[in-house]
């Protein structure tokens, strides 16, 4: 099940490479030749070192495909960043672009850095492929995201419930934003009479003790959709 899930990955993130690089061609144009190197930036933060990987892999794999870019070899270029500390993200961004970075990937989690990523490559028109939930979907001619639109999730989550058949359920978020995700999900479960009971983890309480709560409910439910960070799914199943 993880290969499979790495191979999936691997694969997103050499589309997202080579979007990247068609952005660039469309941004330049009209030339003459290709470079003979390319460099691409990559911005991921300390515990990204899976994708931080899947990049680097991705951007060689390119290079070993004469049909992609025949005389011109990409060269990775990587960053890592902390997701708060905005001040120090814009000046390593500066440097990568200084560095002679045509197009920036990252970074992948929404926050005060990723923000500011966007705005230093919409103000200078640089190629920027991200892949992170934000609710303001604002992007630039030169800008993609990755990540589904909330209304497209929510047809998913919609989709699967039905197959599941659940009539009644939990969901439980971690924080408000996740609130904010679900928002086009709860109109369609509105829409189609299901029972839903709205719990959300208290910081700093462990994570059973919401999960007791549920258990106690009248409703009886059993069916639980989680809406957590990935770095702590882990933690929370095993409550």
């Known amino acids: 099940m993880e290969k499979r899930s790495v191979t999936f990955n691997y694969d997103i993130y050499i589309q997202a490479i080579n ?59 990587i960053e890592r960043i902390e997701d708060i500390d905005s001040f120090h993200a814009d000046k390593q961004v500066c440097s990568l ?12 989690s929404l926050s005060p850095s990723s923000t500011h990523t966007q705005s230093i490559c919409d103000a200078l028109e640089i190629p920027h492929v991200e892949s ?4 303001q979907l604002q992007r630039d001619d030169l800008s993609i995201n990755l990540f589904p639109k909330p209304s497209v999730l929510a047809k998913a989550y919609v989709d699967l419930v039905k ?44 994570y059973r003790d919401t999960f007791w709560e549920i258990n106690k409910s009248q409703s009886r439910v059993v069916n639980i959709v989680l809406d957590v960070k990935r770095e702590n799914l882990v933690h929370v199943l095993r409550h």
């Open 163 to 206: 197959a599941w058949n659940w009539k009644v359920f939990a969901i439980v978020y971690e924080n408000n934003e996740g609130i904010i995700r679900i928002q086009d999900f709860l109109k369609e479960a509105e829409r189609n009479n299901w029972q839903i009971l709205l719990y959300q983890f208290i910081a700093g309480k462990p």
């Open 132 to 135: 992170r939930w934000d609710f």
């Open 19 to 77: 979007l990247l690089i068609h952005l660039w061609l469309i941004n330049v144009i009209p030339v003459t030749a290709l470079p003979g190197i390319i460099k691409i930036g990559g911005l991921f933060t300390q515990s990204q070192t899976e994708q931080e990987l899947l990049f680097r892999l991705s951007v060689d794999r390119i290079n070993a495909d004469s049909t992609i870019l025949s005389k011109t070899t990409l060269m990775a270029q």
């Open 97 to 108: 672009l200084g560095s002679g970075v045509v197009a920036l990937f990252g970074p992948l």
